[in-house]
């Protein structure tokens, strides 16, 4: 446990939905639109449920697929739905009992693949691991942690039901290597794999909600070849890896970000507005990409893209939050 927090009863989790950053037009005459933080939404600050120890010990077995291999997004999309399972206000994922969230998925996921042509489309869960706090807490790291028996309780849904699992990280005043260390049991399930969230990776002095925070090339490069070297190391089929950006500043010296070939980096454009300006923002940051996804705000996006809209910018993975 290292002493940190994980999440507890009677602790409140406001920032995983007020920490939501909107596009909004003008900004600093390069026609680039500046994040500006939503109020906040009814559901911030409820209470999450009671946890066990946050560390992740050897816990995932029998579970076959899906997964991914060099070839698996150039016949499939993937479509997730987001959230923490305790906190309805961070996405969908958390709105949903289990059991009706497999079915939207799946139907959702349905809809897509009558539409999108020759290519499958994978629904998958997109779980909030580490979620970033306005407060240091006792390690000051501004994160608290899902508890093990709900990750293991959604893992093994996955499994059953034949869904991917993205374990989103948020970073904090962490570090990825040391936070993507404590997931790695996990990631022993062939279907389980990685997101990092630049937005909540915190510098001295900066505070989540308050700053926008980034990670480095070095970063993202870390956790590519901590991945590649898990996954030969164990025997395992390839790992997806997920960087969510909005801004220039969330992926420092970008252009230095390496391939890894047992690593499928997708940059996902993050962030809540307009169609037209996610469409531009999408191109600047998501398209360059390996592999390229989008999210998009079932209650907070003004003008919600429809399937078909969101199919006409090709994106390899599609996030629901």
Known sequence: ??????LSAGLALPLATAGVWLFVAGGSGDGKAPA???????????????????????????????????????????LSYYGNPHVPGMGILGELEPDEL???????????????GARGVQPAFHIVYASAQP?????????QFLDKRTILRYLDLACKNGLLVFLDIQIG???????????????????????????FAMAAGQVPGEDIGSLDAADVNAAQAMLEEFVER???????????????????????????PRVRLVVDMDGVGPAEIKQVKFG??????EYSGIKLFFRQDPDLMGEQDVLGLDPDVIIYQ
């Not at 890896?241 to 801004?247: A, D, K, P, S």
């Open 173 to 199: 005043r962490s570090d990825v290597e040391t936070e993507m260390r404590d997931i790695l049991p996990y990631l022993e399930a062939p279907n389980v794999h990685v997101a990092l969230d630049p937005e």
């Open 102 to 116: 497999v079915a939207r998925v799946r139907e959702h996921a349905a809809r897509y693949d009558q539409l999108n």
């Open 36 to 78: 500006v933080l939503l109020p906040p939404e009814p559901g911030i600050g409820q209470v999450v449920a009671a946890s066990t120890a946050r560390t992740a010990t050897p816990l995932v077995s029998g579970c076959d697929g899906p997964s991914v291999d060099a070839d698996f997004l150039a016949s499939n999309q993937i």
């Open 135 to 143: 407060e240091a807490g006792q390690d000051g790291l501004h994160l």
């Open 234 to 260: 164990r025997g395992l089929p390839d790992k997806m890896l997920i960087v969510h950006q909005f801004t220039d500043g969330m992926i420092t010296n970008r252009t230095l970000v390496d391939d890894y």
């Open 284 to 289: 600047w940051y998501a398209a360059p990409a």
């Open 1 to 6: 446990m290292k002493g940190r927090i994980a």
